[in-house]
């Protein structure tokens, strides 16, 4: 396939971070997940992050003109020139068509929109015993758990519990994205763009069902 373009929608905790992460090792691929920037812009206390924790903290999407630059920037670099996985982006209409207007800008097309779908019930289950490391990398007390308790088995770092994983912001996060990112599901559905993967199974088994995918669309362009 030329050029592998992709992004990931779906609820929070429908494991768009655990397959992205794998998804990046298995394509070779830049991953840029705006959550994980913008938590890191948090603890570096840059300008970017400043602006971002308020919105955060309460489960609020940042505005538009905050992060629409952040990604039009990652996609310029030369290690994206063949292709990229976005994850947590776009999450609003005015975001996506952003994005359409920077591919556009460079000449490029967006390759699919995988949606991972998982129910309010399941995402509020998943969230409660999450944990995460400030690398980025995910685990869950019971569905997930590292080797270790409290410690996490790719870089050893101490896992943490995120400041937006507390039930009443949970809840206000489902709700934006109910609002505010699921009209994107239509938006890439007319594009011709949109994939739906089953992301109640286990990890290993939604990653099959992302290669699998990913198999038949090298294989429609062969063809
Ligand atoms: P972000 O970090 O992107 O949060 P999110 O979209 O809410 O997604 P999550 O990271 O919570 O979940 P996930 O789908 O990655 O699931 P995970 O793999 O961790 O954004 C945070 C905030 O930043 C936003 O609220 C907003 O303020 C801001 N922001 C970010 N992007 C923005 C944008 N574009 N515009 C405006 N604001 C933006 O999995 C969850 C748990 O489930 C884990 O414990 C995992 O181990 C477990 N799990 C995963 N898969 C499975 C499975 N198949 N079975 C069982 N358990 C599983």
New binding site residues.
């Given amino acids: 396939m030329s050029e592998l373009n992709l992004i990931l929608l ?11 992460e794998r998804l990046r090792d298995d394509l070779e691929l830049p991953y840029y ?4 920037i ?2 890191a812009a948090v603890r570096e206390g840059t300008e970017l992050g400043k602006r ?1 924790k308020r ?2 903290d309460r ?4 505005p ?1 003109e905050v ?1 629409v630059g952040v990604i039009a920037e990652r996609i310029d670099r030369p290690e994206a020139a063949d292709g990229f996985i976005l ?6 209409d005015p ?1 996506a068509e952003a994005l359409d207007a920077k591919m556009a800008e460079l000449g490029r097309k967006l390759t699919a929109a995988l949606l ?1 779908e998982v129910g309010d019930d399941e995402v509020v289950r ?2 409660g ?4 490391c400030p690398n980025g990398h ?3 007390v019971e ?2 758990p590292p080797s270790k308790e409290g410690v996490c088995d790719v870089c050893a770092a101490e896992l943490e519990i995120r400041d ?1 994983d507390k039930p009443d912001v949970i809840r206000h ?1 489902l709700e ?2 109910h609002a505010k990112t699921e009209p994107l599901i239509d938006y890439y559905d007319r594009q011709g763009l949109l994939e739906r993967i089953d ?5 290993d088994e ?1 990653e099959e069902g992302i290669r699998a995918l990913l198999a038949t669309l090298r294989m429609e362009e062969e063809a």
């Fill in positions: 779906g609820p929070p905790g429908s494991g768009k971070g655990t397959q992205g997940a705006t959550g994980d913008l938590r971002a919105y955060m489960g609020d999407l940042v538009d992060i994850d947590g982006f776009p999450r609003t975001q991972i998943r969230l015993g999450r944990r995460t995910v685990f869950h569905l997930d937006d996060r934006q994205y992301g109640t199974v286990a990890p939604v």
